[in-house]
C-alpha cells in the first residue's frame, strides 16, 4: 500500500531556514500536501503541489519535488517560533479521500 | 466564524461506554470525513461522506458508526469504548472530494 515517511524531530535557530524532508511510495500521486499542525489545533493546509511541477513557492515556504526519487521537501525560509508545529506531508491521487499521510514532523524553533 | 467545528473538545470516559463526537461545517462543502490520530501522531481516514452518502469506509470496527443528518453534519457515534479507541478524532470537510480539506481543532478522547 502507499507509505508516506518522514523525519521525526527538527531543531533549528530562529531566523535560519528549515527544510523537512518526506518520501512517498505511490508513483500515481496527483497531489502532494504540507500541513501544519499547531499544539491543540486541527490541521491547516499550508501549501499542495501538483505531481508535474518541481517547485512552487508561496512567501516563505517552498516546495520542491522531485518525481523521480518520490521526495518532497518543504523549505520555511527565516524561521519564526510561531512556525514551531507538526508539519505533515501527505499524498493523494485523484480523490482526497485516497491521502495517505506522514507520521509529522515536529519542528522546535529556538528563540 | 469556525469552519468546521467538533464537539466536544475532550472526552473522558470509561470502557464499555457508549459515546459521540459531533461535528458541524458551515462552509458549505460537499464532502466530510472522520479522522484518527493515534498516540504516534499518526492520521488515518475512517470514513468519508459526499452530499450525505458514505464514500470511504476503511477499515474501522464496527462499534463505530459515522451519521450525517445532512451535508454540514458528520457525526461519530462509538459503542462499546475500548482502551485502544483513545486518540484524537478529527472531523474535516472539502468542497469536493478533489480539494483541500479543512479540519476542525479534534476531540481528545481517553478511555479509562
Known amino acids: 500500500g502507499e507509505d508516506v515517511e518522514q523525519s521525526l524531530f527538527l531543531s533549528v535557530r530562529e531566523g535560519d531556514s528549515s527544510v523537512i524532508n518526506c518520501t512517498y511510495t505511490d508513483s500515481s500521486s496527483t497531489y502532494l500536501y504540507w500541513y501544519k499542525q499547531e499544539p491543540g489545533a486541527g490541521l491547516q493546509l499550508l501549501t499542495y503541489?501538483?505531481?508535474?511541477?518541481d517547485m512552487k513557492q508561496d512567501q516563505r515556504l517552498t516546495v520542491l519535488l522531485n518525481k523521480k526519487d518520490k521526495h518532497l521537501s518543504l523549505r520555511i525560509a527565516d524561521t519564526q517560533t510561531g512556525d514551531s508545529a507538526i508539519y505533515f506531508c501527505?499524498?493523494?491521487?485523484?480523490?482526497?479521500?485516497?491521502?495517505?499521510f506522514g507520521i509529522g514532523t515536529k519542528l522546535q524553533v529556538i528563540p | 466564524d469556525t469552519a468546521v467545528s467538533q464537539t466536544p473538545k475532550y472526552l473522558v470516559t470509561q470502557m464499555g461506554n457508549d459515546k459521540s463526537i459531533k461535528c458541524e461545517q458551515n462552509l458549505g462543502h460537499d464532502t466530510m470525513y472522520w479522522y484518527k490520530q493515534d498516540s504516534k501522531k499518526f492520521l488515518k481516514i475512517m470514513f468519508s461522506y459526499n452530499n450525505k452518502e458514505l464514500i470511504i469506509n476503511e477499515t474501522v470496527p464496527n462499534r463505530f458508526s459515522p451519521k450525517s443528518p445532512d451535508k454540514a453534519h458528520l457525526n461519530l457515534h462509538i459503542n462499546s469504548l475500548e482502551l485502544g479507541d483513545s486518540a484524537v478524532y478529527f472531523c474535516a470537510s472539502s468542497q469536493s472530494t478533489n480539494t483541500e480539506a479543512f479540519f476542525g481543532q479534534g476531540t481528545r478522547l481517553t478511555v479509562v
Open positions: 501527505a499524498e493523494g491521487s485523484g480523490g482526497y479521500q485516497k491521502v495517505t
Open positions: 503541489i501538483f505531481s508535474n511541477m
